[in-house]
T-cell receptor, first 118, second 109 residues
Framework: AQSVAQPEDQVNVAEGNPLTVKCTYSVSGNPYLFWYVQYPNRGLQFLLKYITGDNLVKGSYGFEAEFNKSQTSFHLKKPSALVSDSALYFC????????????????WGLGTSLAVNP | NAGVTQTPKFRVLKTGQSMTLLCAQDMNHEYMYWYRQDPGMGLRLIHY???????AKGEVPDGYNVSRLKKQNFLLGLESAAPSQTSVYFC????????FGPGTRLTVL
């Protein structure tokens, strides 16, 4: 079955330190990969996506993500964390194979809560 | 552009009552989605639409109905609310990337 895993429910990091939020997926073919962020009591905001090309994708708020096809991973990274980065982060994947349906549906991870400590 | 808007923001219902949640988007997107978000369960797709006049079931469609009479609007209806439908509901629209509304917090007593 197709799935997206975010193996850490919570990540804690000190302000100024680099952060990584992990995502692995089990989707065949060449899926599109997405990261979203959700601040408390808000909707999800799109951060970045990988479609093709360079394995390092840059997005909003200084975030970037590294695609690794052999490990089927798409980890979110930031060189220097801010307290304001504390939020819930979701990884999502879209199956683009023929027969998957032309519906732009996403397969979602369960989210990782990031806490950046001052 | 307002993007994706949802009304109402909050609602409290009694068991058995009905209500409609409205999602509107001004980005001319073909695709629209309704999700519910519950603690520890991530986002679950309720229903979706690939264009005006079309709807399809997602993962958890039971107890909900939807309509997409106009391209910019996607309505989610609860005919007879149950406490299990207490949740935060999000709408999203997409051309290629999904963009989300601010959510509706629904409590069913």
């Amino acid at each position: 079955a197709q799935s997206v895993a975010q193996p850490e429910d919570q990540v804690n990091v000190a302000e100024g330190n680099p952060l990584t939020v992990k995502c692995t997926y089990s989707v065949s073919g060449n899926p599109y990969l997405f990261w979203y962020v959700q601040y408390p009591n808000r909707g999800l905001q799109f951060l970045l996506k990988y479609i093709t090309g360079d394995n390092l994708v840059k997005g909003s708020y200084g975030f970037e993500a590294e695609f690794n096809k052999s490990q089927t991973s798409f980890h979110l990274k930031k060189p220097s964390a801010l307290v304001s980065d504390s939020a819930l982060y979701f990884c999502a994947v879209r199956d683009n194979r023929k027969g998957a349906g032309n519906n732009r549906k996403l397969i979602w991870g369960l989210g990782t809560s990031l806490a950046v400590n001052p | 552009n307002a993007g994706v808007t949802q009304t109402p923001k909050f609602r409290v219902l009694k068991t058995g009552q009905s209500m409609t949640l409205l999602c509107a988007q001004d980005m001319n997107h073909e695709y629209m989605y309704w999700y519910r978000q519950d603690p520890g369960m991530g986002l679950r797709l309720i229903h979706y639409s690939v264009g005006e006049g079309t709807t399809a079931k997602g993962e958890v469609p039971d107890g909900y109905n939807v309509s997409r009479l106009k391209k910019q609007n996607f309505l989610l209806g609860l005919e007879s609310a149950a406490p299990s439908q207490t949740s935060v509901y999000f709408c999203a629209s997409a051309r290629d990337t999904q963009y989300f509304g601010p959510g509706t917090r629904l409590t069913v007593l």
